[in-house]
């Protein structure tokens, strides 16, 4: 590899070049969206942020001629490994040019450090984990992506399937405008599901935050259990979560089901501030905190993050509901004019099914790719 050194990230120089590197990447006008630069430090930096409390990690630099011209992370979940009883190794925070020998050089990087510790795949890309941000777009390359959902350039297929990786699973983005036409379908199901079930919505209270953060979460742990790539958060990723949750929410975009009288069922959707971040840039400054104040003139769509009924309460046909709200939502809230849902697995029919009968339409694709180590 002719002029390309791979080199372990092990101080604050490189650090900096690791966090930087997308702006040598991603051109202003392309549809790449930076994080906040010190929120993107604080996530990847193990003496700061919960998920390396039950993680390891270890970030390489490609440099071709001394210039950084990609970056890749290698991931150790033990909290994933233990609940799934797996010896899985990950990949994320990938970046590069269109390099094929720096792609390659990273790759391997990654997949040495992985094996030397007994794994026995490899997955990716997870930024961390699968309650951050994940995989790699391969369709809707057009589009400005919605909150915590990646973009990256087409060529980047290639390079990850030039390295022996095989898709393992798809994700799907739906999009729903204000202005699609209404159906009545999932409405009239809405309907008679309430006819049927002693059922009723009551949005988070601001007044008892901090518990119905932790009814969210239990109920996201027994709702999400079964589906793959899960893994149940940490004590002090919930205590974070709630915390970044905080600054970002409107109270009423997250709202619990309760089934006489029990909570059973829970959604949660976000303002997207991806249009603000764009904006943005990756830094707060001046300009920047006035964008914020005067963030309604960019903010006008919501993310549907998670929604989900516990496994008990499945056959009552309750999932119905919170698509019924999502849509109502929608079509009442001046705030919004479309809510983008997902990730949703591919082969999710049960929700996918939903949505497209609410009149969504799949916006973009992305996928996660597998690798034996053995």
Not at 129 to 150: C, R, V
Request: proline share 5%.
């Amino acid at each position: 590899m002719a002029g390309i050194e791979i080199v372990e990230v092990t101080n604050k120089r490189l650090r900096k070049h690791f966090i930087d590197l997308p702006w040598t990447i991603f051109p202003s006008d392309s549809n790449y969206v930076p994080p906040l630069k010190m929120d993107f430090a604080k996530l990847i930096d193990p003496k700061r942020h919960p998920f390396w409390e039950f993680s390891d990690q270890s970030l390489y630099l490609a440099l071709r001629n001394g210039r950084a011209v990609g970056r890749i992370a290698a991931i150790i979940d033990n909290r994933y490994n233990t609940h799934h009883k797996e010896k899985m190794g990950i990949w994320g925070f990938f970046d590069c040019l269109d390099d094929v020998e720096a792609a390659s050089g990273l790759f391997q990087a990654a997949e040495k450090w992985n094996k030397c510790r007994g794994m026995e795949f490899i997955r990716g890309p997870l930024n961390p984990s699968t309650n951050y941000e994940i995989g790699m777009l391969i369709e809707g390359f057009e589009n400005l992506p919605a909150l915590m959902m990646p973009w990256n350039f087409p060529y980047y297929l290639r390079l990850v399937e030039a390295n022996g990786y095989s898709k393992e699973k798809d994700l799907l983005s739906l999009r729903l405008n204000k202005t699609d036409p209404l159906t009545e379908k999932i409405q009239r199901l809405a309907s008679r599901v309430r006819r049927k079930t002693q059922v009723t919505i009551r949005p988070l209270s601001k007044k008892n935050y901090y518990a119905d953060i932790r009814l969210l979460v239990d109920i996201y742990h027994d709702a999400w259990s079964e589906n793959w790539g899960f893994v149940p958060m940490s004590e002090n990723e919930i205590a974070e979560m709630s915390r970044n949750l905080k600054r970002a929410m409107e109270t009423d975009m997250i709202f619990f089901i309760y089934y006489s009288g029990e909570p059973v069922g829970v959604a949660l959707v976000l303002p997207d501030f991806n249009p603000l971040l764009k904006e943005l840039d990756g830094k707060i400054t001046l300009g920047g905190l006035i964008k914020y104040l005067f963030r309604r003139k960019y903010i006008r769509g919501g993310r549907a993050l998670m929604g989900g009924i516990k496994k008990q309460f499945r056959n009552l046909g309750l999932p119905v509901i919170i698509f019924d709200y999502l849509n109502q939502l929608l079509r009442n809230d001046d705030r919004i004019d479309y809510l983008e849902m997902g990730w949703n697995l591919e082969d999710n029919d049960a929700v996918n099914k939903l949505e497209l009968a609410m009149g969504a339409h799949v916006r973009s694709k992305y996928r996660i790719f597998r690798k034996s180590l053995v």
